[in-house]
T-cell receptor, first 114, second 114 residues
Framework: EPEVTQTPSHQVTQMGQEVILRCVPI?????FYWYRQILGQKVEFLVSFYNNEISEKSEIFDDQFSVERPDGSNFTLKIRSTKLEDSAMYFC????????????FGPGTRLTVT | GNSVTQMEGPVTLSEEAFLTINCTYT??????LFWYVQYPGEGLQLLLKATKADDKGSNKGFEATYRKETTSFHLEKGSVQVSDSAVYFCALTPGNTGGFKTIFGAGTRLFVKA
């Protein structure tokens, strides 16, 4: 069964450094998403992406964040200058179509900012 | 706005006990409703879904019915097992009028004792 993959599984970085989290969505899916989960808290929406542009973003997704689909398979989340509070699990998700369809989540990348 | 409220945990049950985790939602339009499960150290897995009023989603002995009149989507299982110990998230996708991101509840941790 096809699945969403994410790399790395765990990333440790120092405050102020740039990080790029990578995701490979399911191949025939059209909508892509990033979510984060701070330890012990709820899963929060960051951004959705369709047709090579952001379709929706949350208040969390400020100028420090950016997303890109650099080729036909990868979907990346970049944090330009990490803060301690960016430490969280980051989940990528994809859907074949918008609305009404469950999102297929990747296993997540645990980001630790020291 | 769109939001999901679910009962606080943790919920501790003995094996073979009956499980109910309450979930209510607020949404504009006609959302799709989901239950996701997160096992320790793992990502999010879709447990079940319902896309319209009175639909019943079911999987692995778990059930939930989309109740529009009470804006609820309570999760039930007749006989829990130790392997059901996990965090359960109620979630919705608003749909056309509210976007296609998934909005999660805070999660309910379930412990099942042998």
């Amino acid at each position: 069964e096809p699945e969403v993959t994410q790399t790395p599984s765990h990333q440790v970085t120092q405050m102020g450094q740039e990080v790029i989290l990578r995701c490979v969505p399911i191949s025939n899916h059209l909508y892509f998403y990033w979510y984060r989960q701070i330890l012990g808290q709820k899963v929060e929406f960051l951004v959705s992406f369709y047709n090579n542009e952001i379709s929706e973003k949350s208040e969390i997704f400020d100028d420090q964040f950016s997303v890109e689909r650099p080729d036909g398979s990868n979907f990346t989340l970049k944090i330009r200058s990490t803060k301690l509070e960016d430490s969280a699990m980051y989940f990528c998700a994809s859907t074949p179509l918008a609305g009404g369809y469950e999102q297929y989540f990747g296993p997540g990348t645990r980001l630790t900012v020291t | 706005g769109n939001s999901v409220t679910q009962m606080e945990g943790p919920v501790t049950l003995s094996e073979e006990a009956f499980l109910t985790i309450n979930c209510t939602y607020t949404a504009t339009g006609y959302p799709s409703l989901f239950w996701y499960v997160q096992y320790p150290g793992e990502g999010l897995q879709l447990l079940l879904k319902a896309t319209k009023a009175d639909d019943k989603g079911s999987n692995k002995g778990f059930e939930a019915t989309y109740r529009k009149e009470t804006t609820s989507f309570h999760l039930e299982k007749g006989s829990v097992q130790v392997s059901d110990s996990a965090v359960y998230f109620c979630a919705l996708t608003p749909g056309n009028t509210g976007g296609f991101k998934t909005i999660f509840g805070a999660g309910t941790r379930l412990f099942v004792k042998a």
